[in-house]
């Protein structure tokens, strides 16, 4: 038979001429068609190298034994280097910490290359910064450095790959690896250096003549589509080998009850493990725990160890007298800016609202409330009525929020994991959410997580705050021009973007914008503070503004 030689680089290069080929030959000679149909069938259906199995890195789980371990040191043996951990805790409430301590007794020699998923890396000797220093850990997948100063050296020198990762979204592809779910849309991230990739994973030495880290590697571009008009970005589920988790009260079986804000991580990590081992606080016999009370089920659960570290306070805030009634003489001037701004804030809730507010000068607001309105405060980690912060007999390390800072309840307010709060962040269900700045733009652009290459803080649950504008007002409260005297108030953002045209309303030390973030009118100046009149003003914005014809003052 005779047989006709295609040249190897139409079948690389060009299969659609190769196909293109047989067809007319089988039509020139009968004979030829079996072997051309063979040729054709190779060019339609390429050969591929069928895919290495990933090492199988999962401890083995006896269903049938017992879930007690004697101690956390018997339970992390089996770790194995190269796993992923996903650590639950907020700050430094709720953290593994018998566990950890547990993973870093074995040294780097037995167990390392970890990569370590959590909303933070913990703080000074808690949390993960103990596996972070160890070297154990070289990856962290996290939304927030916060204070930790080593860590943030750590990433802008090249010394441990951070993949940032806003907090919702965060919680959001966990609770999808649990769920089996392997990926989802949301709008978080969208029109930033998120969604492009931009955001350096890991960076190396930095360039001899411009100063600038050179980038190792490089973020995800994340996949686009549009619903009803709205752009959102793909995200995949967060799967680990292993979750370490901390809970009050654990039964032989594994059902776990939690405290306040501990919930934050701790449930849905153990969800989206293969072998889950929670420290507990107190190990009580089945049917100790009323099945109402049971907030993680033992289905999640492989092993049990007793909780031996202390609780740690990352911050320590208590209210007292003397605060209360201090003297206005006594305060600083930064004080008194910031108590102008937050005073104005608090104008912006109404009785009934639900909000949520920002670390820093947002947290100042309630305070100013009056006495005939309520207004119910959501704290991302998992607080729905948050309280003032406690008195000294009143602390509780279980209890804090978003800035880690110890806190109280209020009657009627409930506590649930980051999971359910984001839902009613992102679904629109908080009235106003207060947020800082760094730099926001006229038409409403907001930035307020990032300096490159000097400030890498990572924007914690910022991106997924303002991420329904339509249904939640954005406001941002900010002292009007930075330490270095440069304007906050910009024409176009110069820094790496929270969220594209979100905000509604500035307050200022100065005074009040409204943003037509909608039409991306620009400005309008409406209210002016004490003292400063609208000349003062234009000389410390840098963007463009009207003013409109009722001005008023901010008091």
Known sequence: ????????????????????????????????????????????????????????????????????????????????????????????????????????????????????????????????????????????????????????????????????????????????????????????????????????????????????????????????????????????????????????????????????????????????????????????PVGSIDPDFVHLQGIYVDRIVPSTAPKQIEIKKVRTAEEKGADSSDRSANVIRRERIAKRTAKEFKHGYYVNLGVGIPTLAPSFLSPETQVWIQSENGILGMGPYPTEDEVDPDLVNAGKETVTLNPGASTFDSAESFAMIRGGHIDVSVLGALQVAANGDLANYMIPGKIFKGMGGAMDLISNPDETKIVVATEHVAKDGSSKIVDKCSLPLTGARVASTIITDLCVFQVDRVNGTGLTLTELAPGVDVEEVRSKTDAKFKVADDLKSMD
């Open 1 to 284: 038979m005779a047989t006709i030689r295609v040249p190897s680089a139409v079948v690389r290069n060009a299969s659609f001429n190769a196909l293109r080929v047989c067809s007319r030959l089988q039509k020139l000679h009968a004979p030829m068609r079996c072997s051309i149909r063979y040729l054709q069938h190779s060019i339609e259906q390429p050969q591929t190298r069928p895919k290495q199995p990933k090492p199988d890195l999962t401890p083995k789980v006896d269903r049938g034994a017992s879930k007690l371990f004697k101690s956390a040191d018997e339970a992390v043996t089996d770790i194995k280097s190269g796993s992923t951990i996903l650590s639950a805790g907020f700050g430094l409430c709720g953290t593994a910490d018998t566990i950890i301590g547990a993973i870093a007794r074995r040294g780097i020699d037995a167990v390392n290359g970890l990569t370590a998923v959590s909303n933070n890396a913990g703080a000074g000797d808690g949390g993960l910064a103990i596996l972070t220093k160890s070297g154990q850990v070289n990856r962290l997948i996290l939304s927030y450095l916060g204070n930790n100063k080593a860590l943030e050296k750590n990433y802008l020198s090249g010394k441990i790959a951070i993949e940032l990762c806003p907090q919702g979204t965060l919680a959001e592809r966990i609770r999808a690896a649990g769920a089996g779910i392997p990926a989802f849309f949301t709008p978080t991230g969208v029109h930033t250096l998120l969604e492009s990739g931009d955001i350096p994973i890991r960076l190396g030495p930095a360039d001899k003549d411009s100063k600038q880290s050179t980038v190792l590697e490089s973020g995800k571009r994340r996949e686009t589509r549009t619903f009803d008009g709205k752009t959102y970005g793909m995200e995949t589920a967060l799967k680990g080998d292993v979750a370490i988790i901390r809970a009050w009260k654990v039964d032989e079986s594994g059902n776990c009850q939690f405290r306040y804000t501990t919930k934050a991580f701790g449930i849905i990590m153990a969800k989206a493990a293969k072998v889950t081992i929670v420290e507990a606080e107190n190990i009580v």
